[in-house]
């Protein structure tokens, strides 16, 4: 039996390895903050991360981030080296 912090997204950084990418959605904006759905994150609790950095992130508007997936490693509650899934 593991615990969810074995398997959790942030599960390598106990052992000093750089933490698994996972594929996420932006559910929907909500001011400031994009709420993003995972695996470890449904969408009755999102992890919600500033949405301008998101956007930044991934080359698109805030406007346009609703609805988009991509791909990053999700350390905490921020997202790092977020990529637009094509």
Do not use: S
């Amino acid at each position: 039996m593991t615990d969810d912090w074995e398997t959790g997204p942030d599960a390598a950084n106990a052992i000093g390895e750089p933490p698994a990418r996972v594929e996420a959605r932006v559910l929907l904006l909500y001011g400031a903050q994009a709420e993003i759905v995972t695996a470890h994150h449904p969408t009755t609790d999102p992890l919600r991360v500033p949405a301008a950095e998101l956007a930044l992130q991934l080359g698109v508007p805030v406007t346009e981030l609703a609805g988009r997936r991509f791909t990053a490693a999700i350390v905490d509650d921020h997202v790092i080296e977020a990529e637009l899934i094509r």
